[in-house]
């Protein structure tokens, strides 16, 4: 049998390499977050997790635990909570769509639920204020960052002993006793119970009665099925031989006949492959829901950076943002299609407002094998809001992997009539073919 057979740590090692190659895939970083109770092995975790994954070849940032800076000397009053929390939040925003590939956070969202908890509890706040805490904290704009939570437990009486082992004294502190412990413990369970769903994936870890090495690799292995889930998802794609018979000539067609046999084909004979495979996969072409962006009668033309090597590859300028179709169970393909396109203009744009989304036909690029293995759906996406429009011509946009894309609106027709614009092909094409109505 071989040694990876045998040995969890060379299973790790195997997993984590891996996957290292799928990180081109990612569009921001992974986040994982641990919280619970004192004791419980969260510091030891975060540094095990840090180590692993930087040996794997990872990007890693871990946020700074709060507790420890925070300038607020009451540790139970909601003001030290408060601290920590957004404290934590403003350093996890400005890291998430940089080129770190993981993020850790030790002591986030959840945990500051937890200590909402125990303060309700007690008594020390109002029901408005538990109320608008909380919402405050789960957010979907930041909840739905955290990709994998790791909550680790362990009992009172376990809790203490650890805490006690290497010390000369027993006596007990204002947290570290066997009520304080109990309550954190019922705060954890509680805030578990009722929130779990709201995150991508909450595993719950009681490590009482056990070594490290044993729950840090159930740990592990637990991390790198959400990171697998996260980097290597089931994609849609369509037999290469359906997609030939569709397109019968040029790059793009559009209207509403484009429209109908391209949603009819997709929706006949799609199937989901990983897609590390479906990208050495000549088999299956990928599906790209892709947005032009408009208003009135103007369409966004976004700007590619210089370092950006898609700029070099297809074109310095492009008039869509796009994205692969993960796997949903129970929900139509059409839809979630232009739900996943909807998820990202509002990711990529930041923008939490949803606009219109109308069909126009379709792209499909064989000029070569990379190209190739993309099917463009496209949307046009009606910005109805001058002030959302105004907002877009300020920004300036994060992409993939740390590369920036700036823009203004122009309008369609000076597109049409402009020369060395250096699009890229499907936006292109599109140029050429005519912006329906």
């Not at 992997?401 to 700036?406: I, M, N, Q, T, V």
Request: aromatic share 8%; hydrophobic share 40%; with cysteine.
């Amino acid at each position: 049998m071989a040694v990876a057979d045998k040995d969890p740590i060379e299973k790790l090692q195997k997993r984590g390499e891996d996957l290292q190659k799928c990180l081109p895939f990612a569009s921001r970083a992974f986040v994982i977050e641990f919280a619970g109770t004192p004791k419980s092995g969260k510091s030891t975790s975060v540094e095990a997790i840090r180590h692993f994954f930087s040996r794997s070849g990872f990007r890693v940032h871990v946020l700074t635990e709060r507790a420890a800076l925070c300038p607020i000397p009451m540790k139970g009053h909601l003001f030290f909570n408060t601290w920590c929390a957004t404290s934590m939040l403003a350093e996890l925003l400005a890291n998430v769509e940089t080129e770190t590939d993981i993020i850790i956070v030790d002591r986030g969202i959840l945990d500051a639920l937890v200590w909402l908890g125990l303060q309700i509890k007690r008594g020390e706040l109002t029901e408005e204020e538990a109320r608008t805490f909380k919402d405050f904290m789960l957010l979907e704009r930041w909840r739905s960052l955290i990709d994998f939570a790791a909550v680790m437990t362990v009992s009172a009486e376990c809790a203490l002993v650890r805490e006690t082992g290497d010390r000369l004294s027993r006596k007990p502190g204002s947290i570290m006793n066997p009520s304080v412990l109990q309550s954190i413990r019922d705060s954890v369970d509680e805030v578990v119970r009722e929130n779990e769903k709201r995150f991508g994936r909450v595993v719950k870890l009681d490590t009482t009665g056990k070594k490290f090495k044993e729950s840090g690799v159930e740990l592990a292995n637990s991390v790198l099925d959400a990171l697998e889930e996260f980097l290597n998802p089931e994609i849609l794609v369509v037999p290469r031989g359906r997609i030939e018979e569709l397109v019968r000539a040029g790059v793009c067609q559009l209207g509403p006949k484009a429209v109908e046999s391209a949603l009819s084909c997709i929706s006949q004979h799609a199937k989901f492959m990983r897609r590390a495979d479906a990208e050495v996969n000549d088999e299956y072409v990928q599906i790209i829901p892709f947005g032009l962006i408009t208003y009135e009668a103007d369409v966004f033309l976004f700007r590619r950076k210089d370092k950006d090597p898609k700029s070099r590859l297809f074109g310095s300028n492009t008039l869509w943002q796009g994205c692969h179709t993960t796997k949903k169970d129970r929900v139509e393909i059409a839809q979630l299609m232009q739900d996943a396109l909807m998820d990202r203009i509002a990711r990529s744009l930041f923008l939490s407002r949803k606009f219109s989304a109308q069909p126009l036909g379709f792209c499909w690029d064989q000029s070569s094998v990379d190209s190739s293995r993309h099917f463009g759906f496209a949307y046009k996406m009606n910005i109805d809001s001058e002030v959302a429009a105004n907002d877009l011509r300020k920004k300036e946009f994060r992409k993939q992997r740390g590369y920036g894309l700036s823009g203004q609106f122009h309008p369609w027709n000076s597109l049409r009539e402009a020369r060395d614009l250096g699009l890229e092909p499907w936006s292109k094409a599109i140029v050429d073919s005519g912006l329906p109505e």
